[in-house]
Structures are given as C-alpha cells and as structure tokens.
C-alpha cells in the first residue's frame, strides 16, 4: 500500500515568520498536487509539479517536487494569517489515482 | 467561473433514513470522484467514475453505500440505512485526463447522522 506521509501534523507560528511543510513517501509518483483547504469548503489545488527536481512559486509559497519523486515540500515565506488552512499533499500513482497525505493543519496568528 | 456544485450542503437525519447526496462536476469534465473527510481518517476516496463508468468503489461500504452517474451532469451518493459512523463531510471533486489529473472539489455535504 503506498503512503503519503505529511509533516509537520500540526504547525501554529506568528505573523512574518517561514515554514516548511513536508511530504514523504517511498514510493514514487508521476506527480504530485499541493492543495489547500479551508473550514467549510472543498481542497483548492495550488499546484502540480510533475519533474524530479522541479520549483514551483505561487507568489510567497515555494513548492519542490524530490528528485527521486518520492517527495516533496511547500516553503512558506512571511506568513499570513491568511495563509491559515489545512495544506494537503497528493500524489499520482501509476493508476493515475491520487493517494493523499493526511494534511498539515497551519495557524498564523497576527 | 466553472465549480463543483453539491447539494445539500447540510444534513441532519436520524439512524436508519436514506441519504442522497447530489453532486454537479464542471462541465467537460469526465471523471468525478466521491471522497469522505473525518477528522480521524482524513480524506478517504469512496468511489470514482469515468465518463460515467464506476472505475473504483472499493473505499465504499458496499451494503449501504451505492454511487451512480444518472448523466454527465449529475452524480449521485446515497446511504441506505445511515449509521452514526457515516457522520462526516462528503466532497465530489471532478478532473480531466491531464497532467497530473487535477481534481476541483465542490463545498461539501456535511452529513450528521443522530
């Protein structure tokens, strides 16, 4: 069964300050989705990274897709309270089904 | 501005009674997904269609869960009998074969069952 592992679960941080949000497995995907969610509504898809070793930016986030394809991280620069969300990680498997982290929950407090 | 429409948002029903969650993909898309979300499991993929053809149910409970595709506008999730433990958010998403197979996800059905 391939996993998805997301950390870290939890992640409460000020105003102004980076963070990193990871995404690990040992299997490896064809590419891989960073989605974010807020209460009450449906995952948003912020991006797609598909190349071992690519750099994606959406303004102040930074994702990187391993390049081994196994892994992946999303960089936040200078948070914001809005920022705050639940940021889940997903990743294309050769069935092209997605398999899902179990998400970071972020807070930025003002 | 193209989105996942899902009807009801809300859905208090006590044990027993039948459920059925409606769910409108983007149109032009082909494949649609059904997920539940729970605080303790996540998000967990119950079934998935393309153009219109059951591709998975196996994250569904088979004896009281049942997905179908009447039409391309129309998916439809239903639960028969409800049990407490079906209390969650449902979410339909829908996608296009793509890179990476992007999935848009409507706002949800938060269903309580008393």
């Known amino acids: 069964t391939q996993l998805l592992e997301q950390s870290p679960q939890f992640l409460s941080i000020q105003e102004g300050e980076n963070l990193t949000v990871y995404c690990n497995s040992s299997?490896?995907?064809?590419?891989l989705q960073w989605y974010r969610q807020e209460p009450g509504e449906g995952p948003v898809l912020l991006v797609t990274?598909?190349?071992g070793g690519e750099v994606k930016k959406l303004k102040r986030l930074t994702f990187q897709f391993g390049d081994a394809r196994k892994d992946s991280s999303l960089h936040i620069t200078a948070a914001q309270p809005g920022d705050t969300g639940l940021y889940l990680c997903?990743?294309?498997?050769?069935?092209?089904?997605?398999?899902w982290g179990a998400g970071t929950k972020l807070i930025i407090k003002p | 501005d193209a989105r996942v429409t899902q009807t009801p948002r809300h859905k208090v029903t006590e044990m027993g009674q039948e459920v059925t969650m409606r769910c409108q993909p983007i149109?032009?898309?082909?494949?649609v997904f059904w997920y539940r979300q729970t605080m303790m499991q996540g998000l967990e993929l119950l079934a998935y269609?393309?153009?219109?053809?059951?591709?998975?149910d196996s994250g569904m409970p088979k004896d009281r869960f049942s997905a179908e595709m009447p039409d391309a506008t129309l998916a439809t999730l239903k639960i028969q009998p409800s049990e407490p433990r079906d209390s969650a958010v449902y979410f339909c998403?829908?996608?296009?074969?793509?890179?990476?197979?992007?999935?848009?996800f409507g706002p949800g059905t938060r269903l309580t069952v008393t």
């Open positions: 998403a829908s996608g296009w074969p793509g890179q990476g197979y992007e999935q848009y």
């Open positions: 149109l032009g898309h082909n494949t």
């Open positions: 269609f393309r153009n219109r053809a059951p591709l998975d």
């Open positions: 299997s490896v995907f064809s590419s």
């Open positions: 990274v598909v190349t």
């Open positions: 997903a990743g294309m498997d050769s069935n092209y089904q997605l398999i």
